[in-house]
């Protein structure tokens, strides 16, 4: 059975930091996209980042709205994929949800709730 494990949430004054990681058990995630998306209440699921890995590559994406605050990573090695969030701002607020795929498969975590509020 495949799990993916959120945890790093909290609640952060704006401007904070904080760490996301999403560990993942019953898959090997090696070979698979993984991604952060997020959902603030009354708002749809959007993305906000991704990381691919083709032939020894890594491709990031990001939303336009964290480019330059956000860094996504993954530790193979670890099953783990990671979200630094610095320079947080009330509009991150969200749960943040962990997300692995292939061209078959798409698996997702049970979210961490992330607030940013003074």
């Known amino acids: 059975q495949v799990q993916l494990v959120e945890s790093g949430g909290g609640l952060v004054q704006p401007g904070g930091s904080l760490r996301l990681s999403c560990a993942g058990s019953g898959i090997i995630f090696n070979g698979y996209a993984l991604g952060w998306y997020r959902q603030a209440p009354g708002k749809q699921r959007e993305l906000v980042a991704t990381?691919?890995?083709?032939?020894?590559?890594?491709?990031?994406e990001y939303a336009d709205s964290v480019k330059g605050r956000f860094t996504i990573s993954r530790d193979d090695a670890k099953n783990t994929v990671y979200l630094q969030m610095n320079n947080l701002k009330p509009e991150d607020t969200a749960v943040y949800y962990c997300q692995a795929g292939d061209s078959t498969s798409n698996y997702w975590g049970q979210g961490t709730q992330v607030t940013v509020s003074a």
């Open positions: 990381v691919t890995k083709r032939h020894r590559t890594y491709f990031v």
